[in-house]
């Protein structure tokens, strides 16, 4: 068994895997995902993992240098953004349309499904460098609960 935080094993690759620039998408469970995507599906069951569970998981794990969230959330869902913000107020973070979250989904280095079902529970996490400067300027610590 493995000592990090994620230990679901195409998640562990993917996030291995990622080099500077790659996109990691984490989406609801009502997302239309393109076909030809590599998907890791998380969902358990109905609202598990949510999408801040995933992302606090995913980020203790990958340096990541920005993110942008589904341009629908903050109209229909600014409490989650509100949370993402408050969560990691070191990342710069913007928004991203439904045709370019579409044409990225194809080439990311994975589409993570969560059982989130809340309004437009998407985004995309942005690979850092692997560079000491970037791990100490993007590090995403959390408390455990």
Do not use: W
């Amino acid at each position: 068994m493995i000592k990090q935080t994620v230990i679901n094993a195409g998640l562990c690759h993917a996030l291995a895997e990622a080099r500077h620039g790659d996109a990691i998408v984490l989406c609801d469970a009502n997302m239309p995902i393109p076909a030809g995507c590599r998907v890791i599906d998380l969902s358990l069951m109905r609202g598990v993992p949510t999408l801040l569970q995933t992302l606090r998981a995913v980020l203790s794990d990958l340096v990541a240098e920005r993110y942008e969230v589904f341009d629908l959330m903050p109209q229909y869902n600014p409490q989650m953004q509100q949370a993402i913000r408050a969560l990691v107020p070191q990342l710069p973070g913007g928004t991203i349309g439904k045709a370019e979250l579409t044409a990225l989904m194809p080439r990311a280095r994975a589409v993570v499904r969560t059982g989130d079902l809340g309004s437009c529970c998407t985004m995309v996490l942005y690979s850092a460098s692997g560079m000491d400067k970037y791990v100490e300027r993007f590090d995403c610590r959390f408390e455990e609960h």
